[in-house]
């Protein structure tokens, strides 16, 4: 039986240690922090120097870094960490806006070793779904026609912001996926004039 051999080249390629970056930010209902986690798969063969996390704030042009311990899992950052609020930090926290943030993992050579995400953040979206859903009168019961169409509203919001998060997070279509969020907040906005809050 014949065998194949792959090429010397292909075969070190293969067995070269190497890190798979990797980080999650999951959505949050606390309007003043940002939650990042390092989901980072460290090859105990290969150091770990220099690690860095850099956030991009929607609106800003320049990203605050940050030094991180690698396999960091319970990372919040607050409005003073993202330099977004100066002043009266450690005394109180101001909300962090809805928006995308990009962020990047780096170690180093940081300009070859890094993991970079768009994340929509929903927040402030998310919050008042909540506050339109407490305002609703939902009871044990198939609710009255009124209250059933609110209820698909909020479905159809949910989906849209979902979808903008697709956009933003995994078609890498920043500019779309917020236009989504804004039309889908556009209607959260006028359904929650409907309901007593």
């Known amino acids: 039986m014949k065998g194949y051999l ?7 390629k293969e067995i070269m240690a190497k890190h798979i970056l990797s980080l999650e930010v999951p959505d949050t209902l606390n309007d003043c922090i940002l ?20 956030v991009l704030g929607p609106g800003f042009t ?3 870094r940050l030094d991180v311990e690698p396999g960091f899992s319970n990372l919040n950052l607050t409005a003073c960490d993202l330099e977004i609020q100066t002043t009266d930090c450690g005394i109180r926290n101001n909300s962090l806006p809805d928006g995308v943030y990009v962020i990047k993992y780096s170690i180093a050579p940081n300009e070859y070793v890094y993991a970079e995400y768009n994340h929509l953040r929903i927040t402030k979206a998310l919050n008042k779904i909540n506050e339109v859903l407490c305002g609703l009168d939902v009871a044990t019961c198939d609710p009255i026609p009124d209250t059933k169409e609110k209820l698909k509203e909020i479905r159809l919001i949910e989906m849209l912001l979902k979808a ?15 236009d989504i969020y804004t039309y889908a907040m556009k209607r959260l906005d006028k359904l929650a004039c409907t309901v007593c809050l």
């Open 6 to 12: 792959s090429s010397p080249f292909l075969l070190k």
């Open 35 to 54: 939650r990042v986690i390092d989901t980072t798969l460290y090859d105990p063969k290969v150091l770990v120097d220099c690690p860095y996390l850099d």
């Open 62 to 64: 320049c990203a605050v």
């Open 164 to 178: 903008a998060k697709a956009k933003v997070e995994y078609c890498h279509k920043p500019g779309l996926g917020m």
